[in-house]
């Protein structure tokens, strides 16, 4: 049994009109007018525990939404959601004792308190054993290298440590699902390795469920073998990242430094885009030449010091869905 359903899951939004003028204003007082705003649109995934899902789209695409959904925050307008077997917004406290959840912008932790306070009290909250908090303490100050900030006023941590200390905090009390909202946005790259590294090893170790939203596509590809994409409500894409990596991510880059530069290589099958000094760019679709085709053609007039073939950021690949759409997809997985 997956351990979240969601099913034709819809939230609408009623937006009051505004109007300008002082007549309007006044109109509005005695009979507001509203807007519907169709945020979620009969949306349908399963999810398997263990699994680490992306949940992707731009801004506006009703991410945020269907999370709140999904941890009781919002009712639906619509539709049947069950994380854990539980229905969020009819018992929250309960379905709260079961997730994780980590927003990138906003903290769970107490703002003047130093941060193993912080931890305390969320222990006494979530009435986790002594037992059991010791051990998780310990297992996340090691991964995290939590013990340089414990006794620091959370006000005074940076942003990467803050989000080390906001993610043990959501996990302190063992639930089986995660949310991860953001969890890298403003890190450093170090900071970004080590909060990956993390996110991996509590899934592998614990069959955590990770549910993660961002627009860090690196934090997609090194994380998740499969992604959810909406849009403007609707859902696009559920599936394997390797499929549309696949389908829609043929063209390659080809960077080669030359001994000399005394002619540009003429190529067959690949396109030289950007060039500095004897270093060439080289973009080519893998369907119609191979990248050690562009090489043989190039050693027959040129010698070459260094070369490297870049893969397709899945970030450019997304953006080449939403420009094109989903013709290629094959009908089982196009949505």
């Known amino acids: ?25 006044l109109r509005s007082l005695v009979k507001r007018e509203y807007t519907k705003k169709e945020a979620v649109k009969n949306i349908s995934f399963s999810i398997e525990k263990g699994e680490v899902i992306g949940y992707i789209g731009p801004n506006g695409a009703g991410k945020s939404t269907t999370i709140k959904m999904l941890t009781g925050i919002l009712v ?77 006023p959370v006000r005074q941590l940076s942003l990467g440590q803050r989000m080390r200390a906001d993610i043990a905090a959501s996990l302190l009390h063992d639930p089986p699902i995660l949310f991860l909202d953001e969890p890298t946005i403003g890190l450093d790259v170090v900071a970004k390795e080590k909060m990956r590294t993390f ?39 559920d599936g394997e990242i390797a499929l549309v990596k696949e389908r829609f991510g043929k063209t390659r ?19 030289i885009f950007k060039e500095e000094g004897s270093r060439f760019w080289i973009k080519f679709n893998r369907d119609e030449v191979s990248a050690s085709d562009l090489i043989s053609q190039i050693t027959k007039t040129h010698n070459i010091k260094d070369l490297t073939v870049e893969e397709p950021e899945i970030e450019s690949i997304i953006s080449k869905i939403y420009q094109e759409g989903f013709q290629d997809l094959p009908e089982t997985v196009r949505v």
């Not at 614990?206 to 549910?211: D, E, M």
């Open 253 to 271: 880059t080809l960077i080669v430094d030359l001994e000399e530069s005394k002619q540009r290589p003429h190529l067959t099958g690949g396109e």
């Open 1 to 25: 049994m997956p351990i979240i359903e969601v099913e034709n899951l819809r939230k609408d939004f009623m937006i009051a009109k505004r109007e300008t003028g002082m007549m309007s204003a």
């Open 199 to 237: 996110i991996k090893e509590i899934n592998q170790d614990r069959q955590i469920t990770v549910i993660l939203t961002t627009h860090d596509m690196e934090d997609i590809e090194k994380l998740c073998e499969r992604m959810v994409l909406i849009d403007h409500g609707t859902k696009m894409y």
């Open 76 to 152: 639906p307008s619509d539709g049947k959601v069950l994380v854990n077997g539980i229905v969020p917004y009819e018992n929250r406290q309960k379905n709260a004792k079961n997730i994780g959840v980590v927003f990138g912008q906003r903290t769970q932790l107490w703002w003047d308190l130093p941060t193993i306070e912080s931890f305390d009290l969320l222990k006494e909250i979530y009435q986790v054993s002594n037992e059991r908090y010791k051990k998780n303490m310990d297992t996340f100050t090691e991964i995290l290298g939590l013990d340089e900030f414990l006794n620091t």
